[in-house]
């Protein structure tokens, strides 16, 4: 049954159950959104469109606001009180009224029965860590954010950073997302990454749902997660090539060896993770589209054509006007990965996207062999240790 279908079901249930003056539905979810960049403004716009119509659900949608103070001497949760338009992050947009917008994080959660986390994923343990004993038993959470941290013991997802350190069971939805094109209603898809109970990643995929944004779940939060953070420093590469102006069949060669060396990473990282998850939106799709049209893409085509003497800090703040890149960071964190292991030459297309995001290699290196820089045809190598 669609989740439409189950909310008719739903409704028409309680219609009757209220005219028998006996409530079957009981739980009303409330949903808090933590973040409210480019993608948290478009994720509560989604959610607040369904909440409306789902009865399942409180109407309002709380949404923590990093706080900030506009040009206009104005702060920006205030603007976006009032006008239903966060103005700096997601300008043009009518979030929905049911969108409230909070600064105060603690507050933003305590009534909160569903928490979606979306954040650059930097600032994820800071706001792990303030939330702990300030949510409510029951929570269950889920993270958009395309990301993770390194541990001595090896990677932690920032699913996982939330899992352990609220104590909540955290599904994870990625896929071929950018937030400006679901803003305006374009047709998207997306992937819902859960770990053992269906029933809860159903319920995420109710709350996303629309007729232009298409959501289904899979068994695989590692492979889901993994596949959405990847695919970031595949990213950088297709923008140096376009930098470059090296056209679209060695921008489409930088894709193909990204994609194995995410499956490989992703495999060895974790057991678990599922071919099958490559082919869906969170895999070849957002890869895909990041690749074409996203920022990570954007500003590394500047740093190139800058010959790398701009830093991606400098463009990233010229460009992007307080969003964040996330590809350069996770390209640092892989390395720190694969050195740990000894395995840079096993994956030369992620080695050499950080050595040149921190100036070590000339962004030209991304296409060049020699016996100096990391040998892509190495690629088929990580392919055989899985
Ligand atoms: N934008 C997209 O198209 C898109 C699509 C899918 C997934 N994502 C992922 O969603 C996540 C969030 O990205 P976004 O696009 O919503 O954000 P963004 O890059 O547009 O905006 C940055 C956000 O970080 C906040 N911020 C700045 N300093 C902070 C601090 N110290 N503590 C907490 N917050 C701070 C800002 O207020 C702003 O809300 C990322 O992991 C990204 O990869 C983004
Ligand atoms: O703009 P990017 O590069 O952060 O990518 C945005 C989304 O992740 C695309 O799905």
New binding site residues.
């Given amino acids: 049954m669609t989740p439409a279908a189950q909310d008719q079901k739903l409704k028409g249930k309680e219609t009757i159950s209220e005219q028998n003056n006996n409530h079957e539905v009981s739980v009303k979810y409330r949903v808090t959104v933590v ?9 509560s716009k989604l959610i607040a469109s369904n909440t409306l119509k789902l009865t399942s659900f409180h109407d309002e949608v709380r949404m923590w ?2 706080e ?1 103070i506009l040009a206009t001497g104005e702060k ?1 949760t205030d603007v976006i009180n009032q006008t239903n338009e966060n103005v700096k ?1 997601l300008p043009g947009i009518k979030l929905g009224k049911n969108v409230i917008a909070d600064p105060d994080l603690e507050h933003s959660v305590k009534d909160a029965n569903m928490l979606v986390f ?4 930097q ?1 994820m343990e ?2 792990c860590k303030r939330l702990v004993g300030k949510i409510k038993g029951d929570v269950k959470a889920l993270s ?4 993770m941290e390194v541990k001595m013991e090896g990677p932690c997802m920032i699913s996982t950073l939330i899992s352990e350190q609220l104590g909540v069971n955290c599904c994870v939805l ?2 071929a ?4 094109e679901i803003a305006v209603e374009k047709f998207s898809e997306a992937t819902v990454g859960y770990r053992e109970d269906k029933e809860i990643a159903q319920k995420w995929v109710q709350l996303f749902s629309t007729p232009y944004f298409l959501v289904s779940a899979v068994q695989d939060v590692e492979g889901v997660e993994l596949c ?1 953070t990847l695919k ?1 420093v595949v990213a950088i590469a297709a923008g140096l090539v376009d930098g470059l102006e090296m056209g679209n069949n060695t921008k489409a060669a930088v894709m193909r060896i990204g994609l194995r060396e995410m499956k490989a990473f992703s495999k060895l990282m974790f057991s678990s993770v599922k071919d099958s998850t490559f082919f869906e939106s969170c895999g070849v799709a957002d890869l895909i589209t990041t690749c074409l049209g ?2 990570n893409r954007k500003v590394a085509e500047a740093f190139a054509r800058s010959g790398g003497k701009r830093s991606f800090d400098e463009l990233e703040a010229e460009m ?1 006007q ?3 890149l ?1 590809g350069v960071s996770t390209a640092r964190e892989v390395y720190e990965l694969l050195s740990q292991r000894g395995w840079q030459e096993l994956f030369p297309l992620f080695t050499s996207v950080h050595e040149i995001c921190i100036g070590r290699l000339s962004p030209s290196a991304i296409v060049e062999y020699s016996e100096h820089t990391p040998n892509f045809s190495l690629v088929e190598g990580s392919a055989q240790l899985i």
């Fill in positions: 973040g409210s960049g480019n993608w948290g403004s478009v994720a606001v990093y900030e920006l992050y979306v954040t650059p994923h600032f800071g706001i958009l954010i395309k990301g990625m896929g997302n950018i937030a400006n959405g970031n996203g920022r992007l307080g969003q964040k996330q």
